[in-house]
């Protein structure tokens, strides 16, 4: 089945720095890749997706690009503020069958002012 | 729209009881389900696919006689903890798709508490 891997566990960066999180998958059939940021007690929010056969998206601050060959995938926050602190968790879905999603170990991220 | 609720949102149950937690899908009918598991500074780990109409489809490692699930309707999915204890501690999780959008996108709900005495 597939696995998902995340680095870093935790990341500080100063307000205004960027941060960015990788996440690799192992399942080559994976095709949706989206990433959530969760507030602690909070349900996980969905920040920005991408699916494979797009190779960069942008929203904003946020980005996410997707190497297929290599499969990895990366979420890139720029400007970043204190109340971007939080956990973020990549995760990856096959897109056939029940479309379960497999979720990284979860990265989290501390903005200092 | 693609509101997913949960009930409660925490609980407090003493060792060998059973506990319910309700999830539901508020504007839309979801013939899939999910439920995960999360426990303090983890991942989220999924624990079954609730189908609706249909048996639970259980991941490995799951005891399926302990963690009952109901798919009854469209729009409500139980997981049943029979005989918690403090080990089943734990942040539980629903999450829904609607079938209505063009995508897989799973909506969460806001959890539920469980903390086992």
């Known amino acids: 089945g597939e696995n998902v891997e995340q680095h870093p566990s935790t990341l500080s960066v100063q307000e205004g720095d960027s941060a960015v999180i990788k996440c690799t998958y192992s399942d080559s059939a994976s095709n949706y890749f989206p990433w959530y940021k969760q507030e602690l007690g909070k349900r996980p929010q969905l920040i920005i997706d991408i699916r494979s056969n797009v190779g960069e998206k942008k929203d904003q601050r946020i980005a996410v690009t997707l190497n297929k060959t290599a499969k990895h995938f990366s979420l890139h926050i720029t400007e970043t503020q204190p109340e971007d602190s939080a956990v973020y968790f990549c995760a990856a879905s096959i897109n056939t069958g029940f479309q379960k999603l497999v979720f990284g170990t979860g990265t989290r991220l501390l903005v200092s002012p | 729209g693609a509101v997913v609720s949960q009930h409660p949102s925490w609980v407090i149950c003493k060792s060998g009881t059973s506990v319910k937690i309700e999830c539901r899908s508020l504007d839309f009918q979801a013939t899939t389900m999910f439920w995960y598991r999360q426990f303090p500074k983890q991942s989220l780990m999924l624990m079954a696919t609730?189908?609706?109409?249909?048996?639970?489809?259980?991941e490995q490692g799951v005891e399926k006689d302990k963690f009952l699930i109901n798919h009854a309707s469209l729009t409500l999915s139980t997981l049943t903890v029979t005989s918690a204890h403090p080990e089943d501690s734990s942040f539980y999780i629903c999450s829904a798709r609607d079938p209505g959008l063009a995508g897989v996108e799973q909506f969460f709900g806001p959890g539920t508490r469980l903390t086992v005495l």
């Open positions: 609730s189908n609706e109409g249909s048996k639970a489809t259980y």
